[in-house]
Each structure stands twice: as C-alpha cells, then as structure tokens.
C-alpha cells in the first residue's frame, strides 16, 4: 500500500515538473517572439525617423538598447575592464547601447558604455576595450537655453600638469598597455611604433596632447577594390565600367593597429584598437 501510494506521488510530481516545464517553454517562446517583433519595430522606427533629437528617435533608441542588451551577468565583464582603466573598482559604469551588423540582434559586435565622463566601445566576445573617447550620446552635446545662454554637456577634466616630455609620455603608454593585458589585449613588445602617428599638440598653457600610433606588422588583411574616375586609360589594368568610367583594380592593405593620445601631466585621454575594424577596408 505504501509503495503504491509513493508511486503516485512520484508520478504526480514528474507530470507536474512536465507541465511547468511545458508552460515554461511556451511562455519563453512567446517573450521571445514578442521581443523579436517589438525589435523589429523600433529598428523600423530609428530606419525611417533619422532626427537624433526628436523625442520619438529618442524614445524608439532607449527601447531597442534595453531589448538588445546582453544579460547583467556577461556585462559584468566588461565593466570590470573599464573600472580597472579608471582606476576604481566602484565606479558607475552605464551601459549605452550594442551595435549590430545586418540586423543581427543576437550577436552584438560593439557594446558602449559611458563611465568617468569617458566613452567606452566593448567588443562583447572578449570583453576588451576597443576605444576610450568623450562620452557616447545621442544626444546633442551643447545647446541654448532659454534666456539664450548657451550649455554643454559634461566632459572629461583632464590632467595637464606638464610632468612629462614625449618620451617620457611614450614609455608610460608602453609600458601600461603592455601592463594591461585583461583589458586591452595587446602586447605591443610585438608591434611596430609608426612614426607617421607619432606627434604632439600644444594647447597653449602648457597644456599638451602626445599621439602615438603602433601597428602589427603580423596581423593585416588586403583586399582588392574598384576605383574609378580619375584614371589613367592608358595604366595597365584601366578599363570602363558599365557607365562608361574609366576604372582599375587596386589593393589595399590595412594592419591591426592602436593609437593613443596622452596629455603632458601622464592622463591616457584616447585609446582605439582597431582589432573589429580590419574588415573594413
């Protein structure tokens, strides 16, 4: 009798963990198919209306970043790389919106965040800061008030105690990137400087900016394009295209690179990695 009476117990339960199971599923198909339409929607909306400012482009963009976003628990990771650059475990980090390509909406190529007054581009699959820039917005960044005065958005204060020379401002460059591995991803003790990105930008006040630009000579991509218009008819490889214009076919080769921008009192104010940009020669 009791095992009989265990039995129907333990039947009750598996048909019950079926259902749940069952009516779990079907509600998170209907999510999804409810968020892929409300997607597909607001991606509609942004494509027709292309007024950053108005309230409806506002409104539809602030939807679409929400719906697209990764989990909390995957954007943790990139988070944790932006505190490390700021130097502080504790600061407000803000997610800003994904980027996609084709309308992929399940597999961002670019996260954005704004923390510490600065700007953050993310590559999702790693985790790594792609660029470090003012802060990213769709929104304006200055504007007039109503007694015609005029505001501006917040920006980054920068350091421009005049401590170091260029040299001095490039082996700090150097060394932190190199120093930073979790968070850049680039070992520059295998990349070349490129004198051509390498310079300087007095402010006045003793307030410069130092450019520095590295280039990995063991990671490039080259592609051939078409060019046309000014072309020489006579150049080896000149031909008319379907409209008549005179065209050739050219390489073009591009390397992975980085490029940075440092003020004069050791403050890294840019930073870009070029590692989701090769494709876009």
Known sequence: MKKAVLAGIIVIIITGLFTYFSLQKKTNNLNSNSN???IAELASTLNKNHEANSQEYK???KKLCALTARPVE???KAITSIREFLGSPDAQVDFVCSRFENNNFNNPVEESYNAGQFGFRIDPKTNLI???ADPISNTSTWGRNNDGTAWFALQPSYDYSNRYTQDQAQKIVYDYIISQQSIFGVDLSNWELDPSRV?????GNKQTNYFFGWKNNNKSLTKEHEVCGDVDPKKEGAYKNANGIMCI???STKYQSV???????GQIIRYSNSINDMEKL
């Not at 490029?259 to 009192?265: F, M, P, Q, R, S």
């Open 36 to 38: 892929a339409e409300q």
């Open 59 to 61: 409104d539809a963009y």
């Open 74 to 76: 995957e954007q943790e």
């Open 130 to 132: 792609l660029e470090i």
């Open 199 to 203: 310079g300087k930008k007095d402010n």
């Open 249 to 251: 076919k050219e390489t």
């Open 259 to 265: 490029d940075v921008t440092i003020t004069n009192g």
